[in-house]
């Protein structure tokens, strides 16, 4: 089967006063067409940006696609034309963001802003876009959508409009919807109700899906493949109950025992990874976690180490030391 | 909309009342008699005397607190202040203390005069400083962005009374190709309709009278445009700039929109807000950068007019050219709080 | 997961530290803009501090009809046996030293004028946010309230000839501070009874129809002071206020209070400077009120520090930004105004040199021909004008890239 999307070693910077910003640094994998995957990692190593890459959305300058491929249904990507791009983007890619409340321009009706993709894409007419467009709102659970396609984004609540701007996303049936963080700016109920509505949502239109979170709880519900990102590198991949329960990166181990959990000593202290991530700016050579690892030997702080097969051939991670720590662990 | 409208109207009542009490102020505590100035220097006293009992010089400025303590209270109020109101309220604006014409009459030759010029020179302002300020944005950091963004430095720097001294010697003494000063040739004639010559003489017809007053109108025109043009340039660019990071236009981009679109329908929508204040701020300067330019360029309109009834003491002028401009300066900032509500669907105005 | 805890961290290879000021000021010299801005401000400064210590000049001596309105002469001839480089005025005086001199009277200008702006503007438009926000204590209460009863008071004084009428609503003022009566109407009533108290009273000493007059304000007064008159109270009255002043054209004000004031640069100082209260008054309001909104306002009240610390410490540092950005480009604007009022007659007096008062002498010159009397002053203006707001400009993108002056 041939790969929806197929990333190589693809390479983001951002040329600021300060130096150059390594966001994403050699990233490839592959994303299979009604796959959900999710991207995890803490604020700032390269999730988001990586996304954007996708969709050709970094802001350039100050940013910049150093280097690799974007794969595409068999088009890279980056060397389609700025025309070529925007066809694509809203049609086979779609995207959402993270902020609802900001994300939707607040001048123009709900309803005016998800026609507008409808009549661009599809050719749709007026009428026959306004009609489609209350019929993807209230797909989404908004009630009595014809009359709220009038409203602006003012009037809508947080849930309401992230579910607007989903709807907004899926107008045109994409084949690859990037999620990037939707759920973060929303109460904790909401949550659940938006996680829901893109599980059954993705059920019904077989799209791929790319869900970008640092909430690992969402995407043990939801995703079938994660990859583990750490300072611009995936550090990890592997399917959910690989990296759930056979935990190979020291990072991925720090993040999972970072979780409260229910069935701990009530009044134990909740385990936090020391330190901060590395400085983009000034990334250090081998293993960017390194400064963090309790299991680092001098090799780490020289070499990045390659990210290959652990236990099984799908099963990725990038660390020397896989083999020893899960060693030292089963002591 | 309407209710809106009506209780923005209500709220500037404080404030023109102030308006009015200022002006009263400044022309009664500039020093100098008019009666004095009226007669000459070496006028008999009795007859100064006569004259501003006449004007009403000789009833103290706000209330008469003698004719009070005498139990009078009609008198009491009988003040220069409440006769001035009094008058005021009846549009009745006096009569020029030098040239003895009523200063309404004199305001409505004028007037069209200045605002044809501030509305020519706001018009060019407009037109040519929004779309640079946009493509400036659209483009940010190009060659042409330095450029247009250093002119527009140059034209927020510039003394419009120098530019307008350099215009006159490049195209009046040099080249010869524009008058260098005035309205209108003495020989060309056009129905006054309107008093804005450029609408008149198209109304009635008169093209060769068209071409004449725009040649008059060129120069002043273009000095009085500069700095308004420069402003809503830089400030059209920085909006932009603003709304061009936010996230609903990484939205649109995500679209798949055409830049255009972005640009002209996500993006101007919203810059354009801080863009109206700007332009209102400096439709209210341009009436008043008037007095420079219509001094350079020998135009007979209010400013150079309310200025030299300033100097010469001349009250009711200033008193009525003050206040018309005052009172267009509320009513354009009023138009922008209008505006506002119409762009911003997120201001109530109920 | 006990490992964890055992590891000391290595901290990375950190970028160095720096001060907000000092990284401000490297993004300052970094930005080319904001260096030809300093460039021409330094250039101007300096040519004319120094010219008016180490190369004297008197205008009131300087006249040689022999060399009226000669052309920029570099080499000396027969009959210009000086050098000028700007050329001669109508008066035979050389423009390039007058123009180096005017430098002086703009930068004082400048400089006072921005400083009674900004010191009253500012002043005003920080308490006025400020006030709009917090609740006033006790005695910030009772000071507003009495000034305010004592400014109303006053009229009441003037008409009835009575000084210590002023004192009595001053009075009134301070007392509806601690008269905790929570009735609404009962207080109202309270207050104009007390209001007409003060007010007739005193006036029947004089005439009764004094005491009519002085009763009705004095009921008027009462009920203003029934109601909660505090903070916003303050700031609403300062604004409007502003509102007033912004509502005269800029140049329209400036010759207008020239004209009370009577002709010269000193006067002219004080024109542009009281013309521009409003502006720094509306841009410290807005920012004091955008930096109000910040948690770290609600922390300092929460910890109880008094309004004065909050103020200084926590406020201005957090607003300075935007001023000196404004003040900045206020200095340029000043320098514009003075030269308007000069080019109309309204700045300095002659002979004194003054860049808009020669262009004013010279115009009439142009069409004679002599460029030169008007290109280098207006030339000088614009330069220094241009100096200031690129440096203006500069600092913005420097010290807040998101700032929109």
Known sequence: MQALLEIKNLKTRFHTDEGVVKAVNGVSYALQPGEILGVVGESGCGKSVHALSVMRLIPTPPGEIAEGEIIFEGRDLLTLSKDGMRQIRGRDIAMVFQDPMTSLNPVYTVGFQIIEALTLHLGLDHNQARKRAAELLSMVGIPQAEKRLDDYPHQFSGGMRQRAMIAMALSCAPKLLIADEPTTALDVTIQAQIVDLVKSLQKEFGMAVMWITHDLGVVAELAQMINVMYAGYIVERGNVREIYYQTRHPYTIGLLGSLPRLDEAPGARLYSIPGLPPDLITLPDGCPFAARCPYKVEQCTTDMPPLQPADSPNHLVACWRWKDILEERAQ | MLRYIIRRLITLVPTIIGVTFVIFMFQRLIPGDPAVAMLGEHAAKENVERIREQLGLNRPLFLDREALAQGDLKTFFDSQYFRYLSRLVRLDLGVSIHRRIPVAETLAQRFPATVELALLSMMIAIFVGIPVGIISAARRNSILDSVSMIGSLIGVSMPIFWLGLMEIMLFAVILKWLPAGGRISTGTHIETVTNLLLVDSLITGNIPGFFETLKYLAMPTIALATIPMAIIARMTRSSMLDVLQEDYIRTANAKGLVERVVLFRHALKNAFLPVITIIGIQAGTLLAGAVLTETIFAWPGIGKWVYDAILGRDYPIVQGGTLLIALIFVFINLMVDVSYAVLDPRIHYD | ?405
Request: a positive charge.
């Open chain 3, 1 to 405: 997961m006990s490992v964890y805890e055992e590891v000391t961290v290595v901290d990375f290879a950190v970028r160095e530290h720096r001060s907000l000021w000092v990284d401000a000021w490297r993004r300052l010299i970094s930005n080319r803009t904001a260096r030809i801005g300093m460039a021409i401000v330094a250039l101007f400064v300096f040519s004319t501090v120094f010219a008016h210590f180490f190369w004297k000049y008197d205008p009131k001596t300087d006249l040689d009809y022999a060399l009226k309105l000669k052309p920029p002469t570099l080499i000396p001839n027969e009959e210009v046996p000086s050098v000028h480089l700007f050329g001669t005025d109508k008066l035979g005086r050389d423009i390039f030293r007058r123009v180096v001199h005017g430098g002086w009277n703009s930068l004082r200008v400048g400089l006072v004028a921005v400083s009674i702006s900004l010191s009253i503007g500012g002043i005003l438009g920080l308490l006025a946010g400020f006030y709009e926000n917090i609740r006033e204590t006790v005695p910030e209460r009772m000071a507003l309230r009495a000034l305010v009863g004592m400014a109303l008071g006053a009229l009441n004084a003037w008409i009835a000839s009575q000084w210590y009428q002023a004192l009595l609503f001053a009075g009134i003022g301070i007392l509806s501070v601690f008269i905790r009566e929570h009735d609404k109407r009962r207080r109202r009533i309270m207050f104009i009874m007390l209001g007409i108290l003060c007010g007739a009273v005193p006036g029947f000493i004089a005439h009764p129809m004094v005491a009519l007059v002085c009763g009705t304000l004095g009921a008027l007064y009462g009920l203003f002071f029934s109601f909660d008159i505090g903070g916003k109270f303050f700031s609403d009255t300062v604004m409007r206020f502003m509102d007033i002043v912004l509502a005269f054209p800029s140049y329209l004000l400036a010759i207008a209070i020239v004209a009370f004031l009577g002709p010269g640069l000193e006067k002219g100082m004080i024109a542009i400077g009281v013309v521009g209260i409003p502006i720094y008054a509306r841009l410290a309001r807005s920012s004091v009120l955008s930096v109000m909104q910040k948690e770290y306002i609600l922390a300092a009240q929460a910890v109880g520090e008094s309004h004065g610390r909050i103020l200084f410490r926590h406020i201005v540092p957090n607003i300075l930004s935007p001023i000196i950005v404004q003040t900045t480009m206020g200095l340029a604007s000043a320098i514009l105004s003075a030269a308007a009022l000069g080019f109309l007659g309204l700045g300095a007096i002659p002979p004194e040199p003054e860049w808009g008062a020669m262009l004013g002498d010279s115009y009439r010159f142009l069409a004679s021909g002599a460029w030169w009397a008007v290109l280098f002053p207006g030339l000088a203006i614009m330069l220094s004008v241009l100096g200031f707001n690129l440096l203006g400009d500069g600092l913005r993108d420097a010290l807040d890239p998101k700032l929109q002056i």
